[in-house]
């Protein structure tokens, strides 16, 4: 397996992407469960008539054939950071994976598609040109070359600020009924404006964050359960085994990872 990953370089897409990567994996062939990020994904199958596509954001798991997976680049954006790049309300996206092409148009995905594919042997330039391709879409127009592609930015293309307030005090534990009013927004406001940069409500992305939190520390071997369903904030042992058998597909004691660093990636 061969992998490289890094944060975007550009300050303007730090707030909104997580990081850039590619690589190639060993594949046995069979399925993969995947766990939702809460994150939007710009996943680009490199291999001979691969796709581009955008996977939006959900709250359950997907089952995806590993050999889609052997050649692939992408970006991982932050928790509502992929409007501004994507160009589409992430609502407009809940539980659907979308062709890169329907949001850019067949040349533009084409030919990221096929420039990743030509740089397979040199991951250092393939994310530059991720990170040129995230750029060009802030822009407004499609990537100007791998070099001086940020130029002509709009001054700011931050997440909305009360969304980003909401999203650090969910991620922190705070309830819902406390996080719209510490926004100052109605709650019918903040549901609005969060269901377009997230795609999800806020009570569906704080229950989603608990549930990643749990999955990370079963990948990293924490062994006793009713201790980390109450780290997580759940009630008890029962109601986290029964929040993570919806969110995962099988109750956290089958939970099987491919690795820590692939917390949720597991063979179906």
């Known amino acids: 397996m061969s992998f490289a990953s890094r944060p975007p370089r550009d300050p303007r897409l730090a707030r ?14 069979g399925m993969e469960r995947v766990l939702p990020t809460g994150g939007l994904q710009l996943v680009i199958d490199l291999e001979a008539d691969g796709r581009a596509t955008v996977v939006g954001p959900s709250t359950r798991f997907a089952l995806v054939r590993s050999e889609e997976m052997r050649h692939t ?30 949001l850019t148009g067949p040349a533009a995905a084409e030919s ?8 397979a042997d040199d991951p250092d330039r393939a994310l530059d040109r991720l990170e040129a391709f995230a750029l ?24 909305d600020p009360a969304v980003a307030a909401a999203l650090r005090l969910l991620a922190a534990g705070t309830p819902v009924a406390e ?6 927004l109605a709650r019918a406001t903040l549901i609005r404006r969060f269901a377009s940069e997230v795609g999800l409500s806020p009570k569906q992305w704080a229950g989603l964050a608990r549930l990643k939190r749990a999955s990370q520390a079963l990948a990293e071997g924490r062994p006793r359960l009713a201790d980390l369903a109450l780290d997580c904030g759940f009630a008890d042992q029962a109601h986290f085994t029964r929040a993570f058998t919806a969110y995962a597909g099988v109750p956290p004691s089958a939970w099987r990872p491919v690795s820590a660093a692939e917390a949720n990636h597991a063979r179906a």
Do not use: Y
């Open 73 to 102: 680049a992408g970006i991982a954006f932050l928790v509502g950071g992929g409007r501004p790049v994507l160009r589409v309300p992430a609502a407009e996206l809940r539980d659907a994976v979308v062709d890169l092409a329907a």
């Open 179 to 184: 996080t719209v009013e510490a926004t100052g």
């Open 16 to 29: 909104l992407v997580g990081c850039l990567w590619c690589g190639r994996r060993k594949s046995g062939g």
């Open 112 to 119: 990221l598609r096929a420039r990743l594919a030509q740089l």
């Open 136 to 159: 060009g879409r802030l822009a407004g127009g499609p990537p100007r070359g791998e070099a001086g592609a940020g130029a002509g930015l709009a001054p700011d293309h931050g997440p």
